[in-house]
């Protein structure tokens, strides 16, 4: 006779459950509907350019994992080998930077350095004799995802490295170990351990990636499966082979995020700083000049195009852009919908948390999960699965018939980008409202105090702090996203990553240059204050 | 049954009719009837069932089977907050983020409109732990044995029937413990009501404690006055729970006292 009382919290999981799940299945349904109407167009787009397309796509994310994670792993190492020198602790928070950067703005960097027009084209051309061709294709799809993943696994294997037991080290030193069984004895099998994860992590934002495809891929012989189906519904209109791109990009996505999830990856990729734990082990003087070496080559590569974001955008006319009419309406569409867009996903996110929680405190220890609980715990993952790009295909297909999807472009990005941050917002929220709960939760229950009194007397104070970290990192988010803008953006809705990306195609680089910049500084912003307030919640 | 001149009410009976419940592995099963207005150490060795004989009677968990009576009354599911009871646990009685007053306002109403006779009343339940003056006052600038005088004063302020004690005293030292205990035996005695209180210190059960009952193995083994519990025609499983140390505390306190 175990009775349950109902509880709020639960209503409103399922309410954001619901919300997610019509996101999503309105998108396949569009899909569908598309499918089945033009069956045997669908069946002809099974061409050679598609397979080329999926080739394309896993080649090019299998070698920028490769890139990014080997390098990472060694760079990694001699960080954890010398856990106190002058600049160390920047160059982790510099590593964090890519995290905050959108794509497009990286793009631009890259271009600006190793372009055609770029900084070292003179060095590059004076090496290889000839004019330098530019760092178009694979090799700048390379460039630009080694740029964005090697900081991170090098990142997330320190954070492996940081879990080796201090006595561990204390035991090497005094056996006498050398760095080379200290390697083999004591860091490789945890770097091992982590190995799959990273590598698999890196992976799956490889074959996702859509911005630096589409500005850095250059023609059809460097095409993903996301910028194709872009292509397919913005340029070629051929809705029925944009069917066929996104349910192999589905099915390829969610390959990689079973094979992930049975490697125990971790799928967000984490914003913490490790701190070093004391080390026993000096290296000597061959191997710190070698690790020397070795963290300043990783240096020079990530710094680069921040730099040359930086300066390419001073040279821009910054005072001429700030008062031009089109790049004042994109900065007040795109805060906004960033905001918009931000709130949506913490309230969303924060529905899911509180019904997990209240639904794993109903269930007894020992009990099996429910399948509301486990839609609550993972239903943002959903996500994951489902590229921004694929969520908006589908709802572009499904409503064109219906009304004119450039006029519904504020309603997508908003949707699209809010639940695409909630795994972000999630991470930052889930442990403190758990941790609120654990203390208030019999109080609160003994008292009486629920629903509204709850939410207001008791977990807004205790959460405000966390909320904000969500809500400024899902802004940095949605701010620098040019996914679903790239589908439904037009002349009378432009945000500031879509004017970027007109003013890159009309060969306006300054300006491009300029508003990158704008860009850059606002997301780095808002992912520093993200990573104070969460810091400071924590003391 | 408040009377409008604040008079207390009296307490109530609690009566555990064959309840049953289990949590993972383990199982309890309580059958038990506690006399109104008296004050029982429950007390047993660790996961004998002593916090969730008391969680069970408080409404945090629901028997599988079985009733909990107060005064007669079956509560079925009624919420925690609907219970004839207050509950004081080990720690995290007080939200962190509210100050002393809201804490023990928060007895008279979960939405925290509190009213001048509010007010009042809430300064009166302070005053009356031994914190006055302290309203303003957040809970990181208490003490521990004040943060708990804190609860004590909500507990007075929603002056339910029946109070349980889940070990509220157990990080205090013993002098501190002490002084809190005779808090508590000093509003049960102006209030009356059925006081439950776990506690693992035969010399708090010694000290409040007009009955004893004594947990083992997810049930209640014994039951009975104090008195009979602390000499040596106690309960054998019972004494060699506290360790038959060939004496009572306050034997072992004679010999010492002796030898100055």
Same mark, same amino acid.
């Given at each position: 006779?175990?009775?349950?009382?109902?509880?709020?919290?639960?209503?409103?999981?399922?309410?954001?459950?619901?919300a997610?799940?019509?996101?999503?299945?309105?998108?396949?349904?569009?899909?569908?509907?598309?499918?089945? /109407?033009?069956?045997? @167009? #669908?069946?002809? %787009? *099974?061409?050679?350019?598609?397979?080329? =397309?999926? !080739?394309?796509? &896993?080649?090019?994310?299998?070698?920028?994992?490769?890139?990014?994670?080997?390098?990472?792993?060694?760079?990694?190492r001699?960080?954890?080998?010398?856990?106190?020198?002058?600049?160390?602790?920047?160059i982790?928070?510099?590593?964090?930077?890519?995290?905050?950067?959108?794509?497009?703005?990286?793009?631009?960097g890259?271009?600006?350095?190793?372009?055609?027009?770029?900084?070292?084209?003179?060095?590059?051309?004076?090496?290889?004799?000839?004019?330098w061709?530019?760092?178009?294709?694979?090799?700048?799809?390379?460039?630009?995802?080694?740029?964005?993943?090697?900081?991170?696994?090098?990142?997330?294997?320190?954070?492996?490295?940081?879990?080796?037991?201090?006595?561990?080290?204390?035991?090497?030193? /005094?056996l006498?170990? @050398? #760095?080379?069984? %200290? *390697?083999?004895?004591?860091?490789?099998? =945890?770097? !091992?351990?982590? &190995?799959?994860?990273?590598?698999?992590?890196?992976?799956?934002?490889?074959?996702?990636?859509?911005?630096?495809?589409?500005?850095?891929?250059?023609?059809?012989?460097?095409?993903?499966?996301e910028?194709?189906?872009?292509q397919?519904?913005?340029?070629?209109?051929?809705?029925?082979?944009?069917?066929?791109?996104?349910?192999l990009?589905?099915a390829?996505?969610?390959?990689?995020?079973?094979?992930?999830?049975?490697?125990?990856?971790?799928?967000?990729?984490?914003?913490?700083?490790?701190?070093?734990?004391?080390?026993?082990?000096?290296?000597?003087?061959?191997?710190?000049?070698?690790?020397?070496?070795?963290?300043?080559?990783?240096?020079?590569?990530?710094?680069?195009?921040?730099l040359?974001?930086?300066?390419s955008?001073?040279? #821009?006319?910054l005072?001429?852009?700030?008062?031009?009419e089109? =790049?004042? !309406?994109?900065? &007040?569409?795109?805060?906004?919908?960033a905001?918009?867009?931000?709130?949506?996903?913490?309230?969303?996110?924060?529905?899911?948390?509180?019904?997990?929680?209240?639904?794993?405190?109903?269930?007894?220890?020992?009990?099996?999960?429910?399948?509301?609980?486990?839609?609550?715990?993972?239903?943002?993952?959903?996500?994951?699965?489902?590229?921004?790009?694929?969520?908006?295909?589908?709802?572009?297909?499904?409503?064109?018939?219906?009304?004119?999807?450039?006029?519904?472009?504020?309603?997508?990005?908003?949707?699209v980008?809010?639940?695409?941050?909630?795994?972000?917002a999630?991470?930052?929220?889930?442990?403190?409202?758990?941790?609120?709960?654990?203390?208030?939760?019999?109080?609160?229950?003994?008292?009486?105090?629920?629903?509204?009194?709850?939410?207001?007397?008791?977990?807004?104070?205790?959460?405000?702090?966390?909320?904000?970290?969500?809500?400024?990192?899902?802004?940095?988010?949605?701010?620098?996203?040019?996914?679903?803008?790239?589908?439904?953006?037009?002349?009378?809705?432009?945000?500031?990553?879509?004017?970027?990306?007109?003013?890159?195609g009309?060969?306006?680089?300054?300006?491009?240059?300029?508003?990158?910049?704008?860009?850059?500084?606002?997301?780095?912003?808002?992912?520093?204050?993200?990573?104070?307030?969460?810091?400071?919640?924590?003391? | 049954?408040?009377?409008?001149?604040?008079?207390?009410?009296?307490?109530?009976?609690?009566?555990?009719?064959?309840?049953?419940?289990?949590?993972?592995?383990?199982?309890?099963?309580f059958?038990a009837?506690?006399?109104?207005?008296?004050?029982?150490?429950?007390?047993?060795?660790?996961?004998?069932?002593?916090?969730?004989?008391?969680?069970?009677?408080?409404?945090?968990?629901?028997?599988?089977?079985g009733?909990?009576?107060?005064?007669g009354?079956?509560?079925?599911?009624?919420?925690?907050?609907?219970?004839?009871?207050?509950?004081?646990?080990?720690?995290?009685?007080?939200?962190?983020?509210?100050?002393?007053?809201?804490?023990?306002?928060?007895?008279?109403?979960?939405?925290?409109?509190?009213?001048?006779?509010?007010?009042?009343?809430?300064?009166?339940a302070?005053?009356?732990?031994?914190?006055?003056?302290?309203?303003?006052?957040?809970?990181?600038?208490?003490?521990?044995?004040?943060?708990?005088?804190?609860?004590?004063?909500?507990?007075l302020?929603?002056?339910?029937?029946?109070?349980?004690?889940?070990?509220?005293?157990?990080?205090?030292?013993?002098?501190?413990?002490?002084?809190?205990?005779?808090?508590?035996a000093?509003?049960?005695?102006?209030?009356?009501?059925?006081?439950?209180?776990?506690t693992?210190q035969?010399?708090?059960?010694?000290?409040?404690?007009q009955?004893?009952?004594?947990?083992?193995e997810?049930?209640?083994a014994?039951?009975?006055?104090?008195?009979?519990?602390?000499?040596?025609?106690?309960?054998?499983?019972?004494?060699?729970?506290?360790?038959?140390?060939?004496?009572?505390?306050a034997?072992?306190?004679?010999?010492?006292?002796?030898?100055?």
């Open positions: 006779m175990r009775h349950a009382p109902s509880d709020s919290r639960i209503t409103a999981g399922a309410v954001a459950l619901a997610i799940a019509l996101l999503i299945g309105g998108a396949f349904a569009g899909l569908a509907v598309e499918g089945a /109407q033009d069956l045997s @167009g #669908a069946v002809a %787009a *099974f061409d050679s350019y598609l397979f080329r =397309v999926a !080739r394309f796509t &896993l080649w090019q994310a299998a070698l920028s994992t490769l890139l990014s994670v080997g390098p990472a792993l060694l760079v990694a001699a960080l954890s080998r010398h856990p106190a020198f002058p600049g160390r602790r920047l982790l928070q510099l590593f964090t930077v890519p995290l905050a950067l959108p794509a497009i703005v990286a793009a631009l890259i271009l600006a350095l190793y372009g055609r027009a770029g900084y070292f084209a003179g060095v590059f051309a004076g090496l290889g004799g000839g004019e061709p530019g760092i178009y294709g694979l090799s700048g799809i390379l460039v630009a995802h080694v740029f964005f993943n090697l900081p991170l696994a090098t990142r997330l294997f320190l954070e492996a490295l940081g879990t080796i037991p201090t006595d561990q080290w204390r035991l090497a030193s /005094q006498g170990m @050398g #760095a080379r069984p %200290a *390697f083999r004895l004591i860091e490789w099998p =945890v770097l !091992r351990a982590a &190995l799959p994860g990273i590598a698999g992590l890196v992976f799956m934002l490889c074959i996702t990636s859509f911005t630096i495809v589409l500005t850095l891929g250059g023609g059809p012989a460097a095409t993903t499966l910028v194709a189906i872009y397919a519904l913005r340029f070629d209109f051929d809705p029925a082979r944009a069917v066929v791109l996104t349910l990009q589905i390829l996505t969610f390959i990689v995020v079973v094979a992930l999830t049975r490697l125990g990856a971790n799928t967000v990729g984490d914003a913490n700083l490790p701190v070093a734990p004391r080390r026993y082990l000096s290296a000597g003087r061959m191997e710190s000049a070698l690790n020397a070496g070795l963290i300043a080559l990783a240096l020079l590569f990530v710094a680069g195009p921040m040359a974001t930086v300066l955008g001073l040279e #821009a006319d005072g001429r852009l700030a008062g031009e089109a =790049v004042r !309406r994109a900065t &007040l569409t795109s805060a906004g919908l905001l918009l867009a931000a709130l949506l996903s913490v309230t969303l996110s924060l529905a899911l948390i509180a019904a997990r929680r209240a639904l794993s405190l109903r269930r007894r220890a020992g009990g099996a999960m429910g399948l509301l609980e486990h839609a609550a715990d993972t239903g943002a993952g959903f996500v994951l699965v489902v590229p921004p790009i694929v969520l908006g295909a589908g709802w572009f297909l499904a409503l064109r018939h219906v009304t004119d999807v450039f006029a519904i472009a504020p309603v997508m990005v908003v949707a980008n809010a639940v695409m941050a909630m795994p972000f999630i991470r930052a929220i889930r442990p403190a409202y758990d941790a609120a709960s654990e203390r208030h939760e019999r109080l609160c229950l003994a008292l009486g105090i629920s629903g509204w009194n709850r939410l207001s007397l008791i977990d807004w104070p205790s959460l405000r702090r966390p909320l904000a970290t969500g809500f400024a990192f899902a802004m940095a988010l949605s701010l620098g996203d040019l996914g679903v803008i790239a589908l439904f953006g037009s002349d009378s809705v432009q945000t500031l990553p879509y004017l970027l990306l007109a003013r890159m009309s060969y306006r680089t300054a300006d491009a240059a300029g508003l990158a910049l704008l860009l850059g500084l606002v997301c780095l912003m808002l992912v520093v204050a993200a990573d104070w307030l969460g810091r400071e919640g924590k003391s | 049954m408040t009377t409008s001149n604040g008079t207390a009410q009296k307490g109530l009976a609690v009566r555990l009719d064959g309840v049953s419940f289990s949590y993972g592995e383990a199982s309890f099963r059958d009837e506690f006399a109104d207005g008296r004050i029982t150490a429950i007390m047993g060795p660790s996961g004998s069932g002593k916090s969730t004989l008391l969680n069970l009677i408080a409404g945090f968990e629901v028997p599988d089977a009733k909990v009576l107060i005064g009354t079956d509560l079925g599911t009624a919420p925690p907050s609907a219970r004839p009871v207050s509950m004081v646990f080990q720690e995290n009685n007080l939200f962190a983020h509210l100050s002393v007053e809201a804490n023990v306002g928060l007895g008279r109403s979960p939405s925290l409109k509190l009213g001048d006779a509010d007010r009042i009343a809430v300064a009166e302070l005053a009356r732990v031994g914190l006055a003056g302290k309203e303003k006052r957040l809970p990181r600038e208490l003490s521990g044995g004040e943060r708990q005088r804190v609860a004590l004063a909500r507990v302020l929603r002056d339910r029937p029946v109070l349980l004690l889940d070990e509220p005293f157990a990080s205090l030292g013993p002098a501190l413990r002490d002084d809190m205990l005779d808090l508590v000093g509003i049960h005695a102006e209030r009356k009501m059925t006081v439950l209180f776990v693992h035969p010399e708090d059960a010694r000290r409040i404690g009955d004893v009952a004594f947990l083992d997810g049930t209640i014994a039951t009975g006055p104090a008195e009979d519990f602390f000499d040596r025609s106690g309960p054998d499983a019972f004494r060699r729970y506290i360790g038959d140390r060939g004496g009572t505390v034997g072992s306190q004679h010999i010492a006292r002796k030898r100055t």
